[in-house]
């Protein structure tokens, strides 16, 4: 059984530009969450795929964005990047339309510059 | 907002049991209560989770008072790398139901 894979783990932009990372969940899962996790705090859910479409988002502006693919891999995209944009972003898969228990990857750390 | 509160840090001597308190006074009767932790800049862990009944796994054992108002996460032998942060989550298992998570306790195991 394979485990929540991301990449890249580290990742470094300026401010403006635009970041891309992924995801891909485990073995037999079909659905995706992403969280963000600034230094010192617990992780904030920003939105969860299931079957390619979003089922539910937290209070994150409209500049991040994701997708879900067939495989049930996902990517998170954020544009026009801002200091507070920095932090570890972790995803996590379940199975089911997000009730079960989520198992995350080890996150992709970004630091905006 | 997170739903329930922990200790901020905690020590334990190597192994001896660990025992984490959380207290959830407002939890509803279909939410279930999960707990992760986080060893540093990783990925949280899932550990266990129960609804009402106590539950034991391989890592740990979950005590679930009878009114459900608290729990204790149970670590019966301590090991230097059972040092993290550990996160008691309140959830319903069922809908696009988010984790939300606290601050936790720091855990510290000395050996």
Same mark, same amino acid.
């Given at each position: 059984e394979t485990g929540v894979t991301q990449s890249p783990t580290h990742l470094i932009k300026t401010r403006g530009q635009q970041v891309t990372l992924r995801c891909s969940s485990q073995s037999g899962h079909n659905t995706?969450?992403?969280? $963000?996790?600034?230094?010192? $705090?617990?992780? $904030?859910?920003?939105? $969860?795929?299931?079957?390619?479409?979003?089922?539910?988002?937290?209070n994150f502006p409209p500049r991040f964005s994701g997708l879900q693919f067939p495989n049930y891999s996902s990517e998170l995209n954020v544009n026009a990047l801002e200091l507070d944009d920095s932090a570890l972003y972790l995803c996590a898969s379940s199975l089911g339309r997000g009730g079960d228990t989520q198992y995350f990857g080890p996150g992709t750390r970004l630091t905006v510059l | 907002?997170?739903?329930?509160?922990?200790?901020?840090?905690?020590?334990?001597?190597?192994? =001896?049991? &660990?025992?984490?308190?959380?207290?959830? @006074?407002?939890?509803?009767?279909?939410?279930?209560?999960?707990?992760? =932790?986080?060893?540093? @800049? *990783?990925?949280? *862990?899932?550990?266990?989770?129960?609804?009402?009944?106590?539950?034991?796994?391989?890592m740990a054992s979950l005590i679930i008072?009878?009114? =459900?108002? @608290? @729990?204790?996460?149970?670590?019966?032998? &301590?090991?230097? =790398?059972?040092?993290?942060?550990?996160?008691c989550i309140v959830r319903v298992n069922f809908g696009n139901e988010k984790l939300t998570f606290g601050t936790g306790t720091r855990l510290t195991i000395i050996p």
């Open positions: 995706v969450s992403w969280y $963000q996790q600034a230094l010192g $705090q617990g992780p $904030q859910f920003i939105f $969860q795929y299931y079957r390619e479409e979003e089922n539910g988002r937290g | 907002d997170a739903k329930t509160t922990q200790p901020p840090s905690m020590d334990c001597a190597e192994g =001896r049991a &660990a025992n984490l308190p959380c207290n959830h @006074s407002t939890i509803s009767g279909n939410e279930y209560v999960y707990w992760y =932790r986080q060893i540093h @800049s *990783q990925g949280p *862990q899932y550990i266990i989770h129960g609804l009402k009944n106590n539950e034991t796994n391989e008072t009878e009114d =459900r108002k @608290s @729990s204790t996460l149970i670590l019966p032998h &301590a090991t230097l =790398r059972d040092t993290a942060v550990y996160y």
